[in-house]
């Protein structure tokens, strides 16, 4: 099938490559120069495994191809029989009310009106609030009809669940296809396009554009509410000499909670749960409903990203200074490096404004987090950037653990001990044995425990 995706950050450059990785023929377009030559040389800009491989392998094979105009990328594909799909998978950051900006989606859509002469349909797969794809349509038709052009189009929704660190794997094998289309053709469109994405079993699921919508919110506020419930229970643990990690196991196995996306930490970041969680509170506020929960999900969620501040004030008291902290971890989660509302930002900021001076190592995120931080901590010293997880450790006070990558589940405490001035272990995901960092001489405190 012919291809456009717009935009090629985590989920436009993952959608692209896979579908060309299929067989189909796919054009990227992003706005950011810099960004396309890069990609034009198989260069990757972002962390996510596997990718990298199928950029090329597309490019090698001709199928995938990068351009920073649409209007070129519509014209590069010659005209046929069936519809041309174009993706849309720009950014919606949140506004300042926290609703979706959808400056990116209808400034791509007012492109696409001005610029098309063929049948088409346009996929809405960056997450946009009920009532967008009806905008999309609206936007789309007014171009159109300025330019005096009649074409047969749709929008249809499909947003999209990936999840960065495993964005192939999920992209490849989705749990669902989630398809809000209400018109057969379009419905045709999609089914073709993922049949050999759900050869093992049908997966994807017709329904309403807005129920469509609607969908993506829902999934990421209820996986924010999971998280946000079991931290405070952690919050309560912690106050109560209870351990949360006996409890976790204790409800997990009740099959009606199940263990995922209840690992008590340091709360949820990402460019996704926070701005998707304030887009829903805006969109329940903005049609008269309160939303009691998820407000409370937010407000645990910025209470938590500080509960390793408080623990490590609570220790050393409220003046950090001349103390040195080792933090392992940046990014908002393992597998990935991106650094948008990670915890370790609020955890750093904490440190350094009490007077402590950070030593900082992530295995990926290094570089995003020279342009995260500002100048004047790396040149006055108060953070600096360690070469590797050992580094970071010369002369600390403490090691705080921020994200669960793998390489830090097993430290060699050894080492732990001869590099840091004093033994003391902040674990934010719970990461370590309390009986054994204790046994070996160290202070351990843990989030509910
Ligand atoms: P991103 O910020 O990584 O990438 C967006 C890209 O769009 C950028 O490269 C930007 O230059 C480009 N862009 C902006 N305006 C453009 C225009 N007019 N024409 C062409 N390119 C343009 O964003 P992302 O993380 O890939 O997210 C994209 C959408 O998908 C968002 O709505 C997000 O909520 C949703 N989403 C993200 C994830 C995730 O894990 N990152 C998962 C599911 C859904």
């Not at 349909?121 to 967008?132: E, L, N, Q, W």
Request: net charge negative; aromatic share 8%; glycine share 10%.
């Amino acid at each position: 099938m012919q291809i456009v995706v717009v935009g090629t950050g985590y989920v436009g450059l993952v959608t692209g490559a896979c579908f060309a990785e299929m067989g189909n023929r796919v054009v990227c377009v992003d706005v950011d120069a810099a960004k396309i030559a890069r990609l034009r040389g198989g260069e990757i800009p972002i962390h996510e495994p596997q990718l990298e491989e199928l950029v090329r392998r597309g490019l090698a094979e001709e199928r995938l191809s990068f351009t920073v105009s649409l209007a070129e990328a519509i014209a590069s594909i010659p005209k046929g029989d069936a519809p041309m799909l174009l993706f849309i998978a720009v950014g919606t950051p949140p506004g300042e009310d926290g609703s979706a900006d959808l400056r990116h989606v209808l400034s791509v859509a007012r492109e696409i009106g001005r610029t098309i002469d063929r049948p088409f349909a346009v996929i809405d797969k960056s997450t946009v609030p009920v009532g967008t794809a009806a905008r999309v349509q609206e936007t789309i038709a007014a171009e159109l009809g300025a330019r005096g052009v009649s074409v047969d189009f749709r929008v249809i929704s499909n947003p999209e669940f990936l999840k960065e660190g495993a964005a192939i794997e999920d992209f490849m094998r989705p749990d669902r296809v989630i398809v809000g289309c209400r018109d057969a053709v379009g419905v045709g469109l999609m089914r073709e396009l993922y049949e050999p994405f759900v050869r093992r079993h049908d997966r994807v699921m017709v329904m309403g554009v807005e129920e469509a919508e609607m969908c993506k919110y829902a999934a990421n506020a209820m996986l924010a509410t999971k998280i946000s419930f079991i931290n405070e229970i952690a919050t309560l643990c912690d106050r109560l000499g209870v351990d949360v990690e006996q409890v976790r196991e204790g409800i997990g196995a009740d099959s009606r909670i199940g263990y995922s996306f209840i690992y008590p930490g340091v709360g949820y970041g990402g460019s996704c749960f926070p701005k998707d969680v304030k887009a829903l509170v805006h969109m329940a506020e903005s049609n008269g409903v309160t939303p009691h929960v998820l407000a409370a999900v937010e407000r645990r969620n910025a209470a938590q990203k500080s509960f390793l501040v408080e623990k490590i004030k609570a220790h050393f008291g409220p003046d950090l200074d001349g103390l040195v902290f080792a933090v392992w971890g940046l990014a908002f989660k393992p597998g990935t490096d991106d650094l948008r509302e990670a915890p370790a930002r609020v955890i750093i900021d904490g440190i350094t404004a009490a007077g402590g001076r950070v030593r900082a190592y992530d295995p990926v995120a290094m570089e995003n987090a020279k342009a995260e931080f500002p100048a004047a901590w790396f040149a006055g010293g108060s953070l600096v950037l360690a070469p590797t997880a050992h580094d970071a450790l010369d002369g600390a006070d403490a090691l705080v653990v921020v994200t669960e990558w793998k390489m830090f589940r097993a430290p060699d405490l050894p080492e732990l001990e001869r590099r840091m001035r004093r033994r003391i272990v902040f674990d934010g995901r719970n990461q370590y044995s309390p009986d054994k960092l204790r046994k070996a001489g160290f202070t351990y405190y843990g989030v509910g425990r």
